[in-house]
């Protein structure tokens, strides 16, 4: 077995833990949340927006 | 705008998990550069073969031209629909459900075909590498399947880390291209380049008559096909526009700067590919720009153009992942598709369910081995999508005049671009019909299906209110 034998072999392995954690996590994050709050993004809200607005308005006040 | 008329109120859930609001114009611009620039490294020689070498220049600016519309039409209109999904979300708000359906669908397949492109690109140059290191008989799959692995656990784990990284591996394959042109001393032709000689084609006789062009102007016409890899992917910038800090500022210019960086990245690609490499080699090289650096004979820029080479097709994975998962996300939270690929991570803040999901059609095309077919059907899905973007703008502008909405950017002499653009996509279709006619037709027929499907099956699901989102006032005429 040379180098590029190790190589390849490895690269099977790391692509495969990394999916693996991938997986992992996603799973873990559905046991955690509801699919509500996953689902809950809005379309164009802007965040930044809003927050610069109560920054302005506590600011006025 | 009166506030009375707005066609959407949507008020911010203060508990809704969002995607992230943190790219500058600088990742939108590795985004777009980063998923073209694999385009100057391969492929785009394939136009020299049809045209021969003057054919690929009238291509590529031409092309150029073609992009430069779409680069101008996409800035206006996503400078306003600053939402994941890009063209998808502006066809909804501009025409309708199925059309921003078919729109989303040629954004996932453009972006995903190319990804499996790239990264059956980045497996064979490591199994080329490793032959010229002296161990042949690598198989490129593992390197395949870790390229897609690793990218996609990037994208998993957060959107300003995976530009971030976009941003760097694209300028050193861009600064690459530089180098070359200065190694092959521009200032002194005939040292190095000889475009005297290598320009100096001569036309067959039974089908062309002009000096340089082999096969007349049907060839030039035809290396269009080819010429858009020199900018095929632009247009992914729209996608980041949910997530970056200032949408009417920073995708006009990450945009346009993009562009400008291709058009010259094109220009020099060609002017030293032509000037070093027979037309007939270069025609059907796999690599041009690395096979110009082998000719300079420095060790220096050769290991260089490998590894910018590597890098290219890197990135450009990179940003496809990015781009599909955000249109197929985008589509869910619609409900054109099942709202659980709507997910978005609550700690990471991307859409980890879909960029989950499209990796093993990556994957999958990946391991085929079948680079030509994989990326016509990204060109076609493409092409189906810029022919769109006229349309798309008469449309925006005609309900929603200028004055009417606040724009980011205005497309300059409209209605020229969109002309012009709509006269490149018939052209350019021709070639493609040209060169894979089969496969052309094979893919209008796969979307006519998926067109009837969601017709039938799908678009009952859809939120037909909530998916109008932007605060608009109400279209003219309505």
Redesign the interface.
């Known amino acids: 077995m040379d180098f590029w034998d190790i190589l390849q072999y490895g690269s099977w392995a790391v692509a495969a833990l990394l999916l693996l954690w991938m997986v992992a996590d996603a799973f873990m994050v559905s046991s955690q949340f509801t699919e509500d709050v996953l689902t809950s993004s809005q379309e164009g809200i802007d965040e930044l927006a809003a927050q610069q607005q109560a920054h302005n308005a506590g600011k006025g006040s | 705008m009166s506030d009375s008329a707005v066609t ?1 109120t ?1 008020t ?2 203060p ?5 992230k ?1 943190v790219l500058g114009p600088v990742h939108v611009w590795a985004l777009g550069v980063g998923i073209v620039l694999v385009g100057e490294f391969m492929g785009w020689n394939y136009s020299v073969a049809k045209g021969g070498a003057y054919g690929s220049l009238i291509a590529c600016w031409v092309i150029g031209l073609l992009y430069t519309c779409v680069a101008m039409i996409d800035s206006e209109i996503t400078s306003t629909v ?4 890009g063209q998808y ?1 502006q066809a909804k708000h501009t025409t309708g459900p199925l059309m921003a359906f078919n729109v989303g669908i040629y954004l996932v397949m453009a972006y995903t075909m190319l990804e499996a492109a790239d990264v059956l690109v980045f497996g064979d140059l490591v199994s080329i590498g ?1 032959g010229e290191l002296g ?1 042949e008989g ?2 490129p799959k ?2 395949v ?2 390229a ?3 990218l ?2 990037l994208n ?1 784990r957060g959107v300003f880390m995976a530009l971030s990284v976009n941003f760097l591996i694209t300028a050193v394959a861009f600064f690459s291209i530089i180098i070359l042109w200065v190694g092959v001393q521009p200032f002194s032709p005939g040292e190095i380049t000889q475009h005297a000689e290598m320009l100096a084609i001569v036309p067959l006789p039974e089908l062309s008559s002009v000096q340089g062009l082999p096969y007349g102007w049907l060839g030039v016409l035809a290396a269009f096909q080819f010429g858009t890899w020199y900018y095929l992917g632009i247009e992914g910038t729209c996608q980041a526009a ?1 997530e970056v ?1 200032s949408a009417g500022r920073s995708l006009p210019l990450g945009t346009m700067s993009g562009m400008i960086t291709l058009l010259i990245a094109a220009s020099l690609t060609w002017w030293i590919c032509a000037g070093m490499l027979p037309w007939d080699y270069l025609g059907q090289a796999l690599a041009p720009l690395y096979d110009a650096s082998k000719m300079t004979g420095s060790n220096f820029l050769v290991v260089l153009l490998w590894v910018a080479t590597v890098f290219s097709a890197i990135a450009s994975a990179n940003g496809c992942i990015n781009d599909a998962s955000r249109a197929w996300f ?1 589509m869910g ?2 409900r054109y598709l099942p ?2 690929f ?6 990471y803040r991307t859409p ?2 879909s ?2 999901f499209l ?1 093993p059609i990556a994957v999958a095309f990946g391991f085929t081995g079948l680079l030509a077919q994989t990326i016509t059907f990204s060109i076609v899905s493409g092409l189906l999508g810029y022919t769109f973007m006229p349309i798309n703008l008469t449309k925006f502008r005609r309900k929603w005049p200028l004055g009417s909405i606040k724009r980011g950017f205005v497309s300059p002499m409209h209605p020229i671009p969109a002309i012009v653009l709509m006269t490149l996509c018939v052209l350019t279709f021709f070639a493609v019909f040209l060169g894979f006619g089969t496969q052309l037709f094979v893919m209008i027929g796969f979307y006519i299906f998926i067109s009837l499907y969601f017709v039938y099956r799908r678009y009952k699901y859809v939120r037909r209110g909530d998916q109008f ?3 608009w006032p109400k279209p003219q005429g309505y």
Request: proline letters at 4%.
């Open positions: 959407a949507q911010a859930n508990n809704a998990i969002n995607l609001k600053a939402a994941a999904g979300a490793a161990r690598v198989d593992p390197f399947f870790l897609v692995a690793v996609a656990w998993y949910e800090r985008s939270r619609d709202q659980w709507a997910a978005v991570h609550p700690r980890y369910r960029i989950l990796i989102t932007m605060a």
